[in-house]
């Protein structure tokens, strides 16, 4: 398998080469060569799998380049009830992302039992064994520069802590983040994780990120890499969960199911499209936004108009609060038929700042043969649902649950079930949820109290040549 670029100018490469990069250099995204098919053959015999099983049938596809028995070990050791062991409604971890039934044809499926209590841990803790083993392969290194406001950050700390050849360094905005989520973070003990908390905001971070990146001198004597949310190997991970879930929703083989995705850059998304891609049989792929409805704009118009930063808002979904959806280039590739060309002149527009409308294209019209459907949900809407969800199924869900199921009640099919993916766990937004219900969530036991623990951070000016100082004598 070999993986080209969305803009159609850089050399096809092999999974382990693309696996510690971004961008392809011509900025475009990587996707596989062509969608590996699944057979009705295949697909009656992985019903009966187990997750990693499941996991390593799936991503054999994909990674061509890892001998198979070293593939199945990383898998193995990533997919554990013990990494996710945070199941809530009975559910059960050898599962890994089971089902909770809310109605007849109606489901959650829990992606957020990892350690982060949030679905980003599904990809994060693979791509940490991955990364981990490529290196020792190559006999490299790598050092990990981010900025986080909360989920992404916790979760490449989860899955990089105690990782021979890696070390991250975390920039996070200072006084900013929930007092559960500063613990998470910063009570890690592990000598390759560094916290560095910026007095200022998560752009001032992202800022300081993006000028050590921009400095390639540095960035290439130092071996400064990322795991944002554009890396290959985290979509391909995701792909799993669906066909887990289609399995768990269905009786056989011959039935459909529909999924709703509460989406912010359409990583997740764009792994439902993919399996679909594959042959797995999903009728319909429901995308929930919040306030921040670019990509609902776009289903609903053909229009694509990224945000400025003045108009983004701050949600009480905040891991969807996005300005533009950083992988929905590997979708419109697809769309326009393949053609490296049309996406490189449509996001020549966007890197500028521009709109780009599809709705007299060609290409619009082939928009229904991908069984998107698409809305929004307020803060309002979020507060009812938080609500309906206890009241009428005796299930709380968290924020960002709350909206992918206003949108899936929305865009029922009649005889298919419904998954809303369960994207993270009420306990992370206790303020909302107190809003909404009047009470606290439960929090998992063995996170009960981890405010109390000793924390490591160092706290700086958000100067980029002092973090580059910092990162110098620690690397
Ligand atoms: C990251 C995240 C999302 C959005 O996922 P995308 O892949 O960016 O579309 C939704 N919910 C939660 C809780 C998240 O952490």
Known sequence: MRYISTRGRAAPQSFCDILLGGLAPDGGLYLPESYPQVSRAELDAWRQLSYADLAYEILSKFITDIPPADLKALVAKTYTAQVYCHTRNGGDAAQITPL??????????????????????????????????????????????????????????????????????MLSPDGKMSAFQRAQMYSLQDANIFNIAVTGMFDDAQDIVKAVSNDAEFKSRYKIGAVNSINWARVAAQIVYYFQGYFLATRSNDEQVAFSVPSGNFGNICAGHIARQMGLPIAR???????????????????????????????????????????FERFVFDLVGRDPAVVADLWAKVDKGQAFDLSATVYWKNLPKFAFVSGRSSHADRLATIRLAQEKYGVMVDTHTADGLKVALENRLPGVPMVVLETAQPAKFEETIREALGSEPVRPADLAGIEKLPQRVVVMAPDVEAVKRYLVERV
């Open 100 to 169: 909770t039934r809310l109605e007849d044809g109606l489901y959650t499926q829990e992606l957020s039992n990892g350690p982060t209590l949030a679905f980003k841990d599904m990809a994060m803790q693979l791509l940490g064994n991955l990364f981990e083993y490529v290196l020792d392969q190559r006999g490299e290194s790598i050092n990990i520069l981010g900025a986080t406001s909360g989920d992404t950050g916790s979760a490449a700390e989860y899955a990089m802590r105690g990782k021979h050849n890696v070390k991250v360094f």
């Open 285 to 327: 792929l429901v995308l929930a936004t919040n306030e921040n409805d670019v990509l609902d704009e776009f289903f609903k118009t053909g229009v694509y108009r990224p945000r400025t930063s003045a108009e983004t808002s701050v949600t009480s979904s905040p891991s969807m609060d996005i300005s533009k959806a950083s992988n």
